[in-house]
């Protein structure tokens, strides 16, 4: 990233445009503070695929009527430890907040607590949401399906989603365990910078649409962009033999929390059309879950734990040409501590459409 | 496997074996049934590595004392939802048994039921834990930590254990899908086979002790067996190009979950030696759960949109060289279904130890 790196933008003065542009476009105040915060948020961690980047594609969906601006967010079915959310077709992010921060009350009520929200949209990075529950002293956990492009094992047709998993756990001392993983070997971002750099990709990554391992970044990703049927492959790679069918099997298991408990869309429905063939209403899934720490360990007790076992992982001689061992999350916090600092870093092409989006908003723009 | 397999044994047979062995070294009647049944139930499913196999090895642990056979299991804390059950050194079979039945209970009652263990013992495949949520319509879950032969991402010495997840969910008319993957990239096991068979081993399963990618299944083996600090790789391969910090990410979470919530030891800590450096008594710790489906979802609704979708991945053409789509748990279901019918197969190592257990406890043998 650092390659296109060109500028830092101020975070609130981000958000605020954010909002402003949401609000344009019809959402309510509340939803549109939201998604412009954890919007920037991905941005501050560092993961730039998942943040701003996506202003514009939200902004015409919802312009558009595909995200539907004042959603009929209601409550399918409730439980003291669990409940079906209906997303009604709006952004992903305020619905996804919500639905934490329910299963935190319940967590905080009764020891657990489940959400699973159907009819929702794409809704930035999950570690968002995982996170919620770290100040609640409660073990997070966010899952989501997403459209398919990941093959199933011994297959060759996108079928799946990324299907992330993220799970966040408070320490003492020690910054918290933050997860954020999605379940293919890589997020098809690395391909696209693979691209834009013309260098190659291992095997291991993706499959061309005829099932051969792909290795030429240009042609995958052409594939990838025409809808030609090129797929990523599972966490582990292709075939069973480093484990692909795990990933694949994680995918899977994604799929059931986030969108078939819900009711949710499977991975390769998510984005249906209209029946005149124009793209209709998302049907995403995904799935929040908290766990009371002191229901099971008092809290003390779990803070040191988590500690020790950190800080035991870190004393590990390192690999030849290694020098750090990572905790999961630290990275990401990191970026956050600079970037609060310094601005939030917005790439050349993500600033171009930022500046366009303002004079499109007729705002003033940030960048 | 099918090389080293020589013979098939009644099931029920076996299953008196083990019970009277385990009854000769004091284990009471129900531990004893439920330890022998859910051993079997591994050879059954073919994963003989979990199964009788171990049948020495516990009846040695618990003549020597390391493991109890009349432990002193209780439940530390409790509420509606969650448990913590401390195992008192037993048998990790029977506790577990116990754990998942009361998660079930939980969500039968409440709607959803997380029960986690410490100073437990190794407890076979996972599988039959998650696999009891099914008959009462809920999604299971289960975890374990393991002694330490997983590398963390960029370290060089064996830190985490295999530490496997295993989820289960009910379907209509097709099989449930039911997945029990450890966390590392393969299993000890598949070296150890390699070794067997003097075969070299890819690249991206272990490392030896200085921390080069293994190769030479005989030196690796050499290595792991000698404690000289080989160790296996997460699943995803060593660094991060393929996504290894992500079986690594998964291997800390069961951590979390199993180990650090119940209050067992980490993996670098699960086998502790006495004062007078003799084995003692081992703290493994597990994690059990299950969400009651008609919570989130009408079950009938479920059951068919499990069915719709497990086929849809069966559908997707294959591969090259491939004819066919798996889901998680077929062949397991696919060997239980020939091996209740054929018997169940014993390997001839297997089965010459089973000899020998039979003459030291005077039992007939059934191999």
């Known amino acids: 990233m650092s390659d296109q790196m060109i500028m830092r933008v101020n975070e609130q003065a981000l958000k605020d445009f954010c909002f402003r542009v949401f609000c344009q ?55 003291p430890v669990t409940a079906v959310i209906d997303a009604g077709a709006g952004l992903g992010h305020p619905v996804s907040y919500r639905a934490m921060q329910r299963a935190i009350d319940k967590a905080r009520q009764v020891g657990v607590g489940f959400v699973s929200v159907r009819n929702s949209n794409h809704h930035g990075i999950l570690a968002n ?47 918290p365990f933050v997860l954020d993983m999605a379940t293919s070997a890589v997020a098809l971002g690395k391909i696209e910078i693979a691209d ?10 993706a499959m061309y649409k005829d099932g051969a391992p792909a290795t030429d970044s240009h ?46 869309a499977p991975s390769p429905l998510t984005y249906p059309k209209t029946p005149e063939g124009k793209p209709g209403h998302a049907n995403i899934g995904h799935f929040f879950g908290a766990w009371r720490v002191d229901c099971f360990r008092p809290m003390a007790e779990f803070k040191k734990a988590m500690d020790e076992y950190q800080q035991s992982l870190k004393d590990v001689p390192k690999a030849p040409g290694q020098d750090r061992i990572y905790i999961h999350g630290e990275k990401e916090f990191e ?16 600033a171009a459409d930022l500046r366009k989006l303002a004079h499109e908003f007729q705002l003033e723009s940030v960048v």
């Open 335 to 350: 970026a956050e501590e600079r970037n609060r600092r310094e601005g939030v870093p917005i790439n050349r092409t993500v």
């Open 129 to 175: 949401y995982a996170m919620m529950a770290l100040p609640h002293d409660c073990v997070g956990m966010a899952m989501t399906n997403a459209s398919s492009k990941v093959m199933p094992t011994f297959g060759r047709k996108p079928t799946l989603g990324t299907n992330p998993i993220a799970i966040a756990a408070p320490a003492g001392t020690q910054r």
């Open 219 to 264: 042609r995958a990703m052409d594939e990838f962009k025409r809808n030609l049927g090129a797929g990523l492959l599972s966490l582990g790679g292709a075939g069973e033999l480093h484990g692909g069918h795990k990933g694949y099997g994680l995918a899977i298991a994604v799929e059931i929390f986030a969108a078939l408990l819900s009711g949710a």
């Open 25 to 79: 476009v019809g959402v309510c105040e509340e939803d549109a503070r939201l998604t412009a915060d954890l919007s920037v948020a991905a941005d501050l961690r560092g993961v730039a695929s998942h943040g701003v980047a996506h202003l514009r594609r939200y902004a015409e969906g919802l312009r558009a009527g595909t995200i539907v601006a004042r959603p009929q967010e209601r409550v399918v079915t409730e439980t």
């Open 196 to 205: 834009q750099l013309s260098k190659s990709i291992p095997e291991g990554w």
